[in-house]
């Protein structure tokens, strides 16, 4: 599903969110329901080009894992600072990715390469990335997952697991936050 870049999302006033955050978002790019259908949708096609093949799921924290029940492994990405991406990602936890050797894996994340890179090493049979959201920026980086749920403009977006400096990640819905709200939470 692609959010065209002059789209003006949906009026604040239309959705339920927290009152903390009153006077710290633009509007809602993307509504809960919209993002819980598009999920399923995601989980069937991967489930069906996949197979009954062994599958682990690495789930990049703390954005969450939304598609299907299976094992899954945790690491945690930082690629940002306050809304600047940073040059060097950090990648915290899965001490023993030994365990993913002769697996498949379906990733769940926003930023890949670095972990891909990391994960190779240990030869898994198949890997496959999932993720929720692909940006459209000026400077691509010719990566593009397996599967994703939307591509939208290049917003620095909130909500829904997503969060700027650990605040936001409550919202049930994808928002685009304000400046108001990038001064209050900035580190």
Same mark, same amino acid.
């Given at each position: 599903? +692609?959010?065209?870049?002059?789209?003006?999302?949906?009026?604040?006033?239309?959705?339920?969110?927290? +009152?903390?955050?009153?006077?710290?978002? !633009?509007?809602?790019?993307?509504?809960?329901?919209?993002?819980?259908?598009?999920? !399923?949708?995601?989980?069937?096609?991967?489930?069906?080009?996949?197979?009954?093949?062994?599958?682990?799921?690495?789930?990049?924290?703390?954005?969450?894992?939304?598609?299907i029940s299976m094992k899954v492994e945790f690491v945690r990405l930082r690629s940002?600072?306050?809304? +600047?991406?940073?040059?060097?990602?950090?990648?915290?936890?899965?001490?023993?990715?030994?365990?993913?050797?002769?697996?498949?894996?379906?990733?769940?994340?926003?930023?890949?390469?670095?972990?891909?890179?990391?994960? !190779?090493?240990?030869?898994?049979?198949?890997?496959?990335?999932?993720?929720?959201?692909?940006?459209?920026?000026?400077?691509?980086?010719?990566?593009?997952?397996?599967?994703?749920?939307? !591509?939208?403009?290049?917003?620095?977006?909130?909500?829904?697991?997503?969060?700027?400096?650990?605040?936001?990640?409550?919202?049930?819905?994808?928002?685009?936050?304000?400046?108001?709200?990038?001064?209050?939470?900035?580190?």
């Amino acid at each position: 599903v +692609q959010i065209s870049d002059n789209w003006p999302g949906y009026s604040l006033d239309l959705f339920t969110y927290p +009152q903390h955050y009153y006077g710290d978002l !633009e509007y809602v790019l993307i509504p809960h329901g919209i993002i819980v259908d598009r999920t !399923e949708r995601l989980a069937k096609d991967i489930v069906q080009d996949i197979g009954d093949n062994d599958i682990v799921v690495l789930c990049v924290l703390k954005g969450g894992y939304k598609f299907i029940s299976m094992k899954v492994e945790f690491v945690r990405l930082r690629s940002y600072h306050n809304d +600047q991406s940073m040059q060097d990602m950090q990648i915290m936890g899965g001490d023993d990715l030994s365990k993913l050797t002769g697996k498949d894996i379906v990733g769940t994340g926003r930023t890949m390469k670095v972990l891909l890179d990391n994960i !190779e090493k240990y030869r898994p049979k198949m890997i496959k990335v999932a993720s929720l959201l692909v940006k459209r920026t000026s400077q691509p980086d010719g990566y593009r997952p397996d599967y994703y749920g939307f !591509e939208i403009p290049d917003l620095f977006v909130v909500g829904y697991a997503l969060d700027y400096n650990e605040h936001f990640r409550d919202l049930n819905h994808i928002c685009v936050i304000n400046d108001h709200g990038k001064a209050k939470y900035r580190v």
